[in-house]
């Protein structure tokens, strides 16, 4: 649109201007015009490097988060082409929201209280839950107390690993890679015992036609996190959302999707904790 209105004379660009005063720039986010759904574009969050939640592969997107967020925004009035994802990552998530770059974001985003002081959030669709990643015949690890002495891999930044050595045992030696499936790497070739994060973030990289039959999901979480989609501050989409999330459940498409995105790994969603009911709108 803008280079097109570049090609026009300034007369002629202050008329289109008026005309087409009901579009709004990559600066203006994009929910006020699709209040009712349906009528435009509609930019969501996602992760670009998580397999089994939020992957790009060329120009296509797959993963949980991925079918989560186009199941909710077909129940919002949108078809699959019009949806615009965008990479989210997870430190630059607030500000997208905020400064108006994407409507939605489902990026294993989890709910807390700080984040809500800038955002607001839908949700949750998913608790998740600290885990570990051992090879498939490793039957010694069932926990994080029994890595004490054990090597245990997670990526540069994660708090995850230094809690298990913080808070469950002091012995375990760290290191630190730039992604997950790095670490993955690591494990398989003997270099380490263990892997760190959330239990189906581990899952999505135990799916991989490459880790599968490898590695396994230990299915012992010792934490809670609740993933949330992610809303500007003054969004009204909480309470469509949060009805659309409800239907996916009751009509088993939430099983569905989680069972095609992470299944081949075995792994096994938290059943006292999934599938999670919607918080109410605040």
């Known amino acids: 649109m803008t280079m097109r209105r570049g090609l026009l004379a300034p007369a002629l660009l202050a008329a289109g201007a008026l005309a087409l005063g009901g579009c709004s720039s990559d600066d203006d986010s994009s ?37 989560v967020a186009t199941y909710v925004a077909g129940k919002l009035g949108y078809d699959e082409g019009d949806i615009e994802f965008v990479q989210s990552p997870s ?50 690890i069932t926990g994080p107390e ?68 490898k590695v396994k999901v230990v299915g012992n979480p010792f934490s809670e996190e609740n993933y949330g989609v992610g809303l500007p501050k003054d969004s009204d989409k909480c309470e469509d959302i949060n009805t659309a999330i409800k239907a996916m459940i009751d009509d088993g498409t939430w099983q569905e999707l989680l069972d095609k995105n992470v299944g081949a790994s075995g792994y096994k969603a938290n059943e006292e904790l999934n599938p999670p009911t919607p918080a109410a709108c605040s």
Do not use: H, W
């Not at 050595?165 to 992604?179: C, F, M, R, W």
């Open 31 to 67: 929910s006020d015009d699709n209040s009712s759904g349906g009528s435009g574009k509609i930019r969501i969050g996602i992760k670009f490097d998580q397999p089994g939640l939020g992957f790009q592969d060329g120009s296509s997107y797959t993963g949980f988060d991925v079918d």
């Open 91 to 140: 430190a630059q998530r607030e500000s997208m929201l905020s400064g108006g770059q994407v409507d939605m974001i489902f990026a294993t985003y989890s709910i807390t209280d700080d984040r809500k002081k800038v955002v607001s959030f839908a949700g949750p669709y998913f608790v998740a839950g600290q885990d570990l990643l051992v090879a498939a015949d490793d039957t010694s």
């Open 146 to 213: 029994d890595l004490e002495g054990k090597n245990l891999c997670s990526v540069t930044g994660s708090t995850s690993a230094q809690r298990i050595k913080d808070d469950y045992a002091q012995g375990t030696q760290l290191l630190e890679q730039p992604g997950y499936s790095e670490c993955v790497t690591a494990l398989v070739a003997g270099q380490v015992d263990a892997v760190t994060t959330d239990d189906i973030i581990l899952a999505g990289l135990a799916s991989l036609p490459a880790n599968k039959g």
